[in-house]
C-alpha cells in the first residue's frame, strides 16, 4: 500500500495484520526519507537511531523469502518514495490509498505547520501509479471516504483484485495499539488507537485554512487523476 499522510492508511494495516495470515510491516522507508530530507517530524531522533536508513537494505529485506506468513502487507508512504527506482515495486501486488486533499492538509497542517506538495505525497502516488501502469500492470486505488462508505463491500473488491479471500475479521480490530507499530505511534496514532472498525474522524469536517489554499488546489490536480481510477462503495 502507497498512502498519504492522515489517511486512514493504520487502520488498513490493523485490518490486514487482523487477518491472521499477515506479516504487517510499518513504513520502512521512515528513516530514509527523514535522513534524506532532513525534514522536521515528531520523533525523528527516535527514528532515525532506530531504523535502517539505506534504502537498499530495506528494500532487499522485503522479499517475501522474509515472511512467515501466506501474505506480507507493507504500509508505504508516497512521500517516502524519493530518489528511488520504482521497480523495486513491480513484484508487489500495489495499490493506493487516497483522501480528499483538503482533509488532508488540514489535518496535517496540526503537526507540520505548513505543509507542502512533497508532505502530502499525491504526487508521487502519481508518478508510482503511473509508472506501474506503463509497466503493463493494473494498479489499484482505494479513497478512504469511499472506505469510509462501505468499508466491507469495499475490501471485498480489493481483495478479490489482490487474489486473497476477504475474511470479516478485516472489518474490526481490538483498541489499541499493536506489536507492529512504528516507534513514532505515540505521535500520529492516537485516534486509530481509540477505535476498534473503521470510523470518520471528526477532523474531517474541520475548514482548510486560508492559507493552504493554493497547495490544496495543486494536490487536487493529482488527487482527481488518481480518484478516477478509485474502487467504488
Not at 527523514?34 to 534504502?55: C, F
Not at 508505504?76 to 492538509?105: A, C, K, V, W
Not at 474522524?201 to 497547495?215: C, G, I, R, Y
Request: proline residues 5%.
Amino acid at each position: 500500500m502507497i498512502s498519504g499522510p492522515r489517511n486512514i492508511s493504520t487502520a488498513l494495516m490493523y485490518s490486514f495484520a487482523n487477518r491472521g495470515d499477515f506479516t504487517v510491516v510499518d513504513e520502512p522507508l521512515y528513516g530514509y526519507y527523514l535522513h534524506s530530507t532532513n525534514v522536521d517530524h515528531p520523533g525523528k531522533n527516535e527514528v532515525l537511531e532506530t531504523m535502517e536508513l539505506n534504502s537498499q537494505v530495506v528494500l532487499d529485506s522485503l522479499g517475501g523469502k522474509n515472511y512467515k506468513t501466506p501474505y506480507a502487507f507493507i504500509k508505504n508512504m508516497g512521500h517516502h518514495l524519493i530518489n528511488l527506482d520504482l521497480e523495486f515495486l513491480l513484484p508487489f501486488s500495489n495499490f493506493f490509498l487516497i483522501r480528499d486533499t483538503s482533509q488532508i492538509i488540514t489535518s496535517l497542517s496540526k503537526i507540520i505547520e505548513k505543509p507542502t506538495l512533497r508532505d502530502i505525497g499525491i504526487k508521487k502516488e502519481w508518478e508510482a501509479f503511473e509508472y506501474i501502469k506503463n509497466q503493463g500492470l493494473e494498479p489499484i486505488v482505494l479513497d478512504s471516504g469511499l472506505v469510509l462508505q462501505n468499508p466491507e463491500k469495499v475490501l471485498k473488491k480489493l481483495c478479490s483484485k489482490l487474489n486473497i479471500p476477504f475474511t470479516d475479521k478485516m472489518l474490526s480490530w481490538k483498541a489499541g495499539p499493536i506489536k507492529e507499530d512504528g516507534i513514532w505511534a505515540k505521535y500520529w496514532y492516537k485516534n486509530v488507537h481509540l477505535t476498534t472498525g473503521f470510523k470518520k474522524q471528526k477532523s474531517s469536517f474541520d475548514p482548510l485554512p486560508t492559507s493552504l489554499k493554493a497547495v490544496q488546489e495543486e494536490a487536487n490536480y493529482y488527487y482527481q487523476k488518481l480518484l478516477a481510477h478509485a474502487i467504488q462503495a
